[in-house]
């Protein structure tokens, strides 16, 4: 059985920073694209950021670019999103993601497998 374990969330003022894990067990993600998503209250889930299996391939939503880094640790079996100048509009619970496929499916929500999400909030 496959499980997340989401942490580094919590409350930051704007302009702050958090780095946000995710450690997964019960597979090996080396092959696997791995990224996060974000969904805030009332709102839809949305793509955040990914990287591919060896690290050498990311993207990003456009709201995140310069602000937000994706990285990973295989041999952790672990992804991270390190934010930067953190924004009230960065508020949402932030789940992380994988899949054998890095490519569109990302930005269509079409993952195999979920964490529980972890919550970020930003007060201004």
């Known amino acids: 059985q496959v499980q997340f374990v989401e942490s580094g969330g919590g409350l930051v003022q704007a302009g702050g920073s958090l780095r946000l894990s995710c450690a997964a067990s019960?597979?090996?993600?080396?092959?696997?694209?791995i990224g996060w998503f974000r969904q805030a209250p009332g709102k839809e889930r949305e793509f955040v950021a990914v990287?591919?299996?060896?690290?050498?391939?990311?993207d990003y939503v456009v709201s995140v670019k310069g602000r937000f880094t994706i990285s990973r640790d295989n041999g952790k079996n672990t992804v991270y999103l390190q934010m930067n100048s953190l924004k009230p509009e960065d508020k949402a619970a932030y789940y992380c993601a994988a899949d054998a496929s890095y490519g569109s499916n990302w930005r269509d929500s079409a993952v195999r497998y979920w964490g529980q999400g972890t919550q970020v909030t930003v007060s201004s």
């Open positions: 019960g597979r090996t993600f080396g092959s696997d694209a």
């Open positions: 990287i591919s299996w060896s690290g050498g391939m990311t």
